[in-house]
């Protein structure tokens, strides 16, 4: 898009005073290399933080529906209106554009850091910690659209890549983060809001940092197109011209092409995977494989760093070479064939915590390396289309990716049902059979008529005689003979510690036992059907990537480059010649 320069100077700006500088954070000059910096790592430690505190409750998910008496299907809901909250704050945020992007993030983090330091923690009952997930998950999503925009802004195109890199890095360093911290933490602080308090804390600090120092470019300099940082001369001349109002006349209809819209629901697709992972990861190690909460979470480290690593070096070899799509593909394929060997050991009880670690090292670099360059690739293609609805763009994907999660949460009950039961029962159905292992026995052998006739009349010879015959497995007949004598009597002994076990734990295994020993056996099975739809989304990424900007040759793009640079020198030289007032 071009944008011709103006023949008047800007009205000088007014610069902010007292308490004002808390919310006037335009600008007006681009900055230089210093406090570039600074404003991007704010932009990243705000990604970090708020990432940390909407993942923080995946570490300890068992715990709080034990906590609050929750079923895994309200959980799930929870999850659910979580990110359709989200998807809608995206489309919000996507008036950044016109508002500003600072504020969205300064002020979410101040709130969310309150709510996950206080709030969540001190919840009297699930309503309250509900709508304090709620709320967060509200605050994500604009978040999601309006720190990638701050990243765009203060990151030309060549070295886009990299600065995504670490932007990026913002949901898979929240991840690691928690995983760290919990799997170091549950040991000697067991209660689930330990780990809330500690996240709060940090977002506390993190939101005094970018209310005290976060800004953003004035909407004269972020919406133009700038290449390189060689551009800050000309975008800065050109800025004296840009009519703000006139270029965010029609921002949605622009976004919502089939290049922005498809390449936004391919990445979407491909990702649920990874958002499976981060709100499921310890439920399906615990409810198929055993995992504690402390193992699970280490072992989800296993994917959280190589993906952080993956972003930053991909971030790098991207802008190097210049090109996004090759290094999409590559990713892509190589977290696609991850997947797979993922989901075919998905049901194997003998596959080790290292055989599983080896294939989270393998996806999360294939996924790190694909959604870097796509992240760098995409504020490309909106660029291409208008510079100016950048955060309008990044709103369509936050929006299409949230829905994305909402329907894979919703479906995840359905697609896995035993989990529900696992969760909801299985605890407290081995608990007791850990208490009670003697009783569970006579309650697992002996039929429920058998020990109904017993319990109306225990002198009953004859449902006696079964019940020990259906323990030892010896007939009524042969109960007599003196070989079979000390099985009878263990038999006979356990018949009479029923008593020992209270009617209410005899009522609940009588009520869920079954379904809980019927759901341990399809749970695995269900999981791999789940993880393989999971592969199947992956997949729809690859198409989508033709759909995007940018060329496929790294020398062709050197070539590009070169032309940009000598039609910025042209057109700056034309600005100089034209009088002073031009530059």
Known sequence: MSIAAGSHAPHAPRSPHGFSVLWRRQLDRYPDTARRMVCLGITVLATITLYY??????????????????????????????NLLGAFASLFAGLADRWGRANLVAGGLVLTGLMTAFLIPNAANATTFVIGVCAI????????????????????????????????????????????????????????AYQFRVCGYVGVVVALIAVLWLREL??????????????????????????????????????????????????SLFLTLYYMFVAFLVVYFATTFGYTE?????????????????????????????????????GAVVAIVGSVLFALASTDKSTSYGHFATLFVIISAGMGTAYVAWMAAFTETIEKRNPAATATGL??????????????????????????????????????????????????????????????????????AKAVSELTGVPVAQLGDPANAA????????????????????????KY????????????????????????CEFLLLPCIFLMTGRWSPRRAKQDAAEHEAMVAR???????????QV
């Open 218 to 267: 004035s909407p004269r300099l972020r919406d133009q197109l700038m290449v390189s940082l060689r551009d800050r001369a000309l975008v800065e001349a050109r800025a004296a011209g840009i009519d703000p109002e006139q270029l965010e006349k029609g921002q949605w209809r622009q976004m919502l092409h089939p290049r922005i819209v498809g390449s936004a629901l391919g990445i």
């Open 53 to 82: 505190e909407n993942y923080v409750m995946g570490a300890v998910s068992t715990k709080v529906m034990v906590g609050f008496g929750m079923s895994f299907r309200h959980f799930v809901l929870m999850l659910v209106a979580s």
């Open 395 to 464: 709103a369509v994907w936050g929006w299409l990716l949230r829905l994305v999660v909402c329907l894979g949460f919703a479906l995840l009950p359905i697609i896995v049902p035993a989990t529900s039961t696992l969760v909801d029962h299985g605890s407290t159905v081995s608990e007791i059979a850990t208490r009670y292992p003697t009783q569970v026995g006579v309650l697992t052998k002996v039929d429920a008529a058998t020990l109904t006739a017993l319990n109306a009349n225990p002198a009953d010879q004859a449902a006696g």
């Open 513 to 536: 036992g079954a379904d809980v020993t019927h759901a341990s056996a399809d749970n695995p099975g269900q999981w791999r059907e789940w993880w393989w739809i999971c592969v199947a």
């Open 294 to 330: 402390q193992r699970a979470n280490s072992l989800a480290n296993w994917f959280w760093a190589p993906d952080a690593i993956a972003l930053v070096v991909v971030g790098a070899v991207s802008d190097k070479l210049g090109v996004r799509k090759p290094l999409m593909l590559l």
């Open 571 to 581: 057109e700056l030289a034309a600005m100089r010649a034209s009088g002073p007032a």
């Open 487 to 510: 099985a009878v009597q263990q038999a006979t002994a356990a018949l009479g510690s029923m008593d020992k076990i209270p009617a209410a734990d005899i009522a609940y295994l009588s």
């Open 137 to 192: 998950g509200f605050v994500e999503g604009m978040a999601l659209v309006a720190t990638p925009a701050l990243i765009r802004d203060f990151s030309p195109q060549v070295g886009r890549a990299s600065a995504m890199g670490f932007w990026t890095m913002g949901p898979v360093l929240g991840s690691l983060v928690v995983t760290l911290v919990s799997s170091n933490t549950l040991d000697s602080h067991p209660a689930w």
